[in-house]
T-cell receptor
Framework: SQTIHQWPATLVQPVGSPLSLECTVE??????LYWYRQAAGRGLQLLFY??????ISSEVPQNLSASRPQDRQFILSSKKLLLSDSGFYLC?????????????FGPGTRLTVL | AQSVTQLDSHVSVSEGTPVLLRCNYS??????LFWYVQHPNKGLQLLLK??????LVKGINGFEAEFKKSETSFHLTKPSAHMSDAAEYFC??????????FGAGTRLFVKA
């Protein structure tokens, strides 16, 4: 069966510090991978998605970046965190079905920037 | 363009009473529709999905949803609420490509 891991589960970082969040998927090959952010009281915002190694599409301009160094690994990074980067970060992978895409989500990382 | 609207930001029900979470969508072609549930500080879990088969879709934990093309709706229902159903629920439409569009979410409160 497929599983998706995210770490760390929680993170508290000072403003201006770097960030690296990691997501890995097991039990599937060549998944589509996604990073979402969920700010307090708001819905999910798609940040990046990837359809293959080294292929990253950015949805929202910001100080975050993503990389996919391996087929089942997706990394979210920042060189300098802002207060507004605080939120709940969710990684997801998807199966391309016959009609439409449904996604499976990781447990999330709670990031607090102070 | 595709969009999804969850008509209520909050819904409050008593335990044992029916649940109705409303969702309307806009799509230029036949959509795929999904409902996800998120408990506090957890990831999202797929409740059910509609992909152009039967219009009444049954999901996990006693939830079901009915696709009504004439009303462009995909409301989520459950006959009897349980305390463990208290969570946030997201209605989602698939664009048919690699991306999905999430509604703003409906927070369900269940009173004892």
């Amino acid at each position: 069966s497929q599983t998706i891991h995210q770490w760390p589960a929680t993170l508290v970082q000072p403003v201006g510090s770097p960030l690296s969040l990691e997501c890995t998927v097991e039990g599937t090959s060549n998944p589509n991978l996604y990073w979402y952010r969920q700010a307090a009281g708001r819905g999910l915002q798609l940040l990046f998605y990837s359809v293959g190694i080294g292929q990253i599409s950015s949805e929202v301009p910001q100080n975050l970046s993503a990389s996919r160094p391996q087929d089942r690994q997706f990394i979210l990074s920042s060189k300098k965190l802002l207060l507004s980067d605080s939120g709940f970060y969710l990684c997801a992978w998807s199966v391309r079905g016959l009609a439409g895409v449904w996604q499976f989500f990781g447990p999330g990382t709670r990031l607090t920037v102070l | 363009a595709q969009s999804v609207t969850q008509l209520d930001s909050h819904v409050s029900v008593s335990e044992g009473t029916p649940v109705l979470l409303r969702c309307n969508y806009s799509s230029s072609y036949s959509p795929s529709l999904f409902w996800y549930v998120q408990h506090p500080n957890k990831g999202l879990q797929l409740l059910l999905k509609y992909t152009s088969a039967a219009t009444l879709v049954k999901g996990i934990n006693g939830f079901e949803a009915e696709f009504k093309k004439s009303e462009t709706s995909f409301h989520l229902t459950k006959p009897s609420a349980h305390m463990s159903d208290a969570a946030e629920y997201f209605c989602v439409v698939s664009t048919g490509g690699f991306k999905t569009i999430f509604g703003a979410g409906t927070r369900l409160f269940v009173k004892a």
